[in-house]
């Protein structure tokens, strides 16, 4: 495969081993389209993956999010523009931060596909997700919630259901589990509440 022609990518060939460009990618499985400015096609691991840029989500000046796209999946590519000046240099990356968030990511899943798989109810599993937000020293043991391993928290997760010895973690984890439901109820009420208002608009417009 030459150059200019990774994974059926044209484009213009820059330092490195890398393009850059305007691309439009298409996805198989989700049949989503991304349209990114490409910053990125490494010539390593068989070119499997591109690296695009788009404006950053946390609305921070002078930030952008940077995404990798898995090009096995992808059914179609499209360049949108090209170009021909010498491109900006690549931000540094903190590999070790990456890293560290990657692995952070794969254990969140793993727990997540852990807690599906033993038949965790919808809100054992938001209550587990709203606690290791805050205490990272959270696991699931069958369908109980440990928490600093001095906290078990059993089916069906409520304040109640919060068990250990008295003191400070305890009290700590009934605080969060406690405003966890509160919220969960006031969203509910909050969705109720506008599914009304546009039940009522529909009605008066009709």
């Known amino acids: 495969m030459g150059a200019g022609d990774s994974a059926g990518i044209p484009g213009s060939f820059g330092r490195d081993g890398v393009f850059f460009g305007g691309v439009s990618f298409t996805e198989q499985c989700q049949q989503q389209t991304l349209c990114v400015p490409l910053l990125a096609i490494p010539f390593f691991q068989n070119r499997e993956c ?5 404006p950053s989500s946390s609305g921070k000046p002078n930030h952008a999010d940077i995404l990798l796209v898995n090009l096995q999946y992808v059914s179609e590519v499209e ?11 690549l931000a540094s990356l903190n590999v070790s931060k990456l890293a560290n968030k990657a692995r952070t990511e794969k254990e969140e899943k793993m727990s997540q596909a ?3 798989s033993a038949g965790v109810s919808l809100e054992g599993q938001q209550l587990f997700q709203t606690i290791h937000k805050t205490i990272k020293d959270c696991k699931w043991q069958e369908k109980n919630i440990v928490v600093m ?4 928290i059993a089916p069906p997760y409520q304040v109640e259901n919060c068990k250990g010895k008295e003191g400070s973690a305890l009290s700590h984890v009934r605080k969060i589990v406690e405003k966890h439901f509160r919220d969960v109820e006031s969203q509910k009420v909050l969705q109720r509440s506008q599914a009304q208002q546009t039940q009522k608009d529909t009605s008066l417009s009709s």
């Open 149 to 152: 391993e001095e906290v078990v």
């Open 50 to 54: 591109s690296q695009g840029e788009c």
């Open 114 to 116: 852990y807690a599906i």
């Open 79 to 89: 360049i949108i523009n090209d170009r021909t000046e010498t491109p900006p240099p």
